[in-house]
């Protein structure tokens, strides 16, 4: 019986949140402080996230003031992603959920292909896409297990998803590799930096699991603090020549 009252007091919490989101959405364009824009991505979002258990999209988009749970600007910056980019560049980003991110990097890049599995951030960063009318992304819903092609890219992004993807970890940073030009590179950020965090995906250790596949050699690192009070890793990496 606790335990059903305790189910029924989750749900009810959950949906007392989310009707408040919503009537945040609707209040937010009232008063001016959102555009039509984002309000229009926000009941995408929404439209989405009813059965589920967070309630703002992940990623922030600059050019058009967007503000969200991430900050794609400061995250470009502590990344140092424009080392790595410039308009010769092509870039893979694994999972890029509502993409963003890789939206906002177009502008310094010369193609990116974001692979996202979730069809409902697909159709959010298409929308912005064609919107903002970015000509210089392409948005591949597929799941990246499976994801084939003959591209090399110059960088590769996976920020905080290589448990999601549901490959073995050794096989995942193989893929990377053969996706990869000789000299390109690759930044991977961990999930959680916690120990005390008792999970699959405690990525304390995620320097010794790179080193361990004997494929890259590690050429700058940093943690990222930017999502409230989640802290990770991050390592920029690149081929081991043998």
Same mark, same amino acid.
């Given at each position: 019986?606790?335990?059903?009252?305790?189910?029924?007091?989750?749900?009810l919490k959950h949906y007392i949140v989310f009707y408040y989101i919503k009537l945040e959405n609707v209040y937010l364009k009232k008063i001016g402080h959102i555009s039509a824009l984002e309000y229009k991505i926000r009941s995408m979002f929404l439209a989405w996230v009813e059965t589920k258990w967070y309630?703002?999209?992940y990623q922030s988009y600059p050019p058009l003031n967007i503000r969200w749970q991430r900050s794609s600007a400061s995250r470009?910056? /502590?990344?140092?992603?424009?080392?790595?980019?410039?308009?010769n560049k092509t870039v893979l980003d694994i999972w890029g959920n509502v993409g963003?991110?890789?939206?906002?990097?177009?502008?310094?890049a010369k193609h990116i292909d974001i692979v996202e599995y979730a069809k409902y951030a697909a159709e959010i960063w298409k929308y912005l896409q064609k919107e903002e009318n970015i000509k210089n992304v392409t948005i591949i819903n597929w799941d990246f297990g499976k994801y084939k092609t003959d591209k090399k890219y110059d960088l590769i992004?996976?920020?905080?998803?290589?448990?999601?993807?549901?490959?073995?970890? /050794? /096989?995942?940073?193989q893929k990377i590799s053969d996706l990869m030009t000789e000299d390109g590179t690759f930044i991977i950020e961990s999930h959680f930096i916690y120990k005390w965090i008792s999970r699959s995906w405690d990525d304390s250790d995620l320097q010794k699991q790179i080193e361990k596949t004997w494929l890259f050699q590690i050429i700058d690192s940093g943690i990222s603090d930017d999502d409230f009070w989640v802290m990770r890793d991050f390592f920029v990496l690149q081929k081991i020549s043998w």
């Open positions: 019986m606790k335990k059903l009252f305790e189910k029924i007091a989750m749900w309630y703002y999209p470009v910056w /502590n990344y140092g992603l424009l080392k790595y980019v410039d308009k963003f991110l890789s939206l906002y990097l177009s502008k310094f992004m996976s920020f905080a998803v290589h448990w999601w993807v549901w490959i073995e970890f /050794n /096989n995942y940073m």
